[in-house]
């Protein structure tokens, strides 16, 4: 055997246990130790998509810094955030910020639109729908999502509790009661249901397979969507710009995905 070759086999045996042991993270393809290191891991409101994932290709395109997602219903995310275990940035909507904040674990927020209940038909509005108490016609085949999960079921269920429509409303709803507002969007492209009601943004995404009826705003509150910097990131710095720019462009970005009122 050639030096040459002995050369080149001790080499390649040293680049293998360097990226084994993850002792060198500058070397390229030594795993994913350094590209983790580099990148923010955002917790993501399952209603939040869309924008989050312009959020993170535009800031890498400014900064060069990198970040993934983990999704989930902000219920279920908020245990990371109070044991402060996993996470950067804590994409969500009222209540919680508060949440967060009585958890000690807000670094930062930045207000970047508004979650609102739409009421939305399947496509070319064949039931000819026009306002929510048209929901209690009988025969209809409603979906909404549940209370028991879902701030938007709240809402709907205290507004119609008081019209005197939730009832009525609900022998329509029969068992489709969701808890994710995906599910609302996918009866509606199937043609599943006649109508429901959703989150905006979530009714933007599905925007091709349904219609929004435009109605008068008379919930009792309004939602807001944060985006949160954790005190217990790892990557202050990256949060910190990441947040930066969330308050340049965060409210943009969330508009054009339908987060308005």
């Not at 995906?182 to 925007?207: P, Y």
């Amino acid at each position: 055997m050639t030096r040459r070759v002995v050369g080149l086999l001790a080499a390649t045996v040293l680049i293998v246990g360097v990226c084994a042991t993850g002792m060198v993270m500058s070397l390229g393809g030594c795993g994913k130790g350094a590209t983790q290191e580099k990148e923010l891991v955002i917790l993501c409101g399952s209603s939040f998509l869309p924008p989050t994932e312009a959020l993170i290709a535009e800031f890498k395109a400014k900064t060069g810094i990198a970040a993934t997602f983990t999704t989930g219903g902000s219920e279920d995310l908020l245990p990371n955030v109070k044991a402060k275990s996993i996470g950067d940035i804590f994409i969500t909507h009222d209540p919680y910020l508060n949440y967060t904040k009585d958890a000690g674990a807000c670094a930062d927020q930045v207000e970047v639109g508004f979650v609102a209940p739409v009421l939305a038909v399947q496509k070319g509005n064949p039931k000819s729908i026009r306002k929510i108490e048209d929901l209690a016609q009988p025969g209809l085949k409603v979906a909404l999502s549940d209370p028991k999960y879902s701030t938007c079921g709240e809402m709907v269920a205290a507004l119609l509790q008081k019209k005197g429509l939730k009832d009525a409303v609900m022998v329509n709803v029969e068992n489709r009661l969701t808890k994710g507002h995906s599910t609302l969007g996918t009866f509606l492209k199937t043609q599943a249901v006649d109508a429901v009601i959703m989150w905006n943004g979530v009714a933007h995404t599905f925007r091709e397979h349904l219609d929004i009826v435009k109605t008068p705003y008379e919930y009792d509150s309004e939602t807001r969507v944060w985006v949160i910097g954790l005190n217990y990131s790892k990557k202050p710095d990256f949060v910190t710009q990441f947040m930066d720019f969330v308050r340049t462009d965060g409210p943009r970005i969330f508009a054009e995905h339908g987060y308005v009122k």
